[in-house]
């Protein structure tokens, strides 16, 4: 059984940073491609990051491009989502979700295994 477990959520003020972590358990991290995604309430959950299992690639919604860096270190089985230049729009509990897939996917129905999630709230 996979298991996904996030940390690193918080409260922090606008403009600064936060840098979530998910580790996977119980099963070869290097297989996934991973993804990290975000719901605001009374929003739909929506795609923010994803980086491939070879971290040769990967892709950003444009709300976050340049301010958030989605990473990996496979010797850690965790990937790590680095947030900056927060803004108040950026709050959410944000999930990391695992994917079996050929390719990096923005389509959350295609993750297999997702984690609880972490709350990020910013503050004005």
């Known amino acids: 059984q996979v298991q996904l477990v996030e940390s690193g959520g918080g409260l922090v003020q606008a403009g600064g940073s936060l840098r979530l972590s998910c580790v996977v358990l119980?099963?070869?991290?290097?297989?996934?491609?991973m993804g990290w995604f975000r719901q605001a309430p009374g929003k739909e959950r929506e795609f923010v990051a994803a980086i491939s299992r070879s971290r040769g690639s990967t892709d950003y919604a444009d709300s976050v491009k340049g301010r958030f860096t989605i990473s990996r270190d496979n010797a850690k089985n965790t990937v790590y989502l680095q947030m900056n230049s927060l803004k108040p729009e950026d709050a959410a509990v944000y999930s990391c979700?695992?994917?079996?897939?050929?390719?990096?996917?923005?389509?959350?129905?295609?993750?297999?295994?997702w984690g609880q999630g972490t709350q990020v709230t910013v503050s004005l």
């Open positions: 979700a695992a994917d079996l897939g050929v390719r990096v996917t923005t389509r959350p129905y295609e993750y297999e295994y």
């Open positions: 119980g099963r070869t991290f290097s297989s996934y491609n």
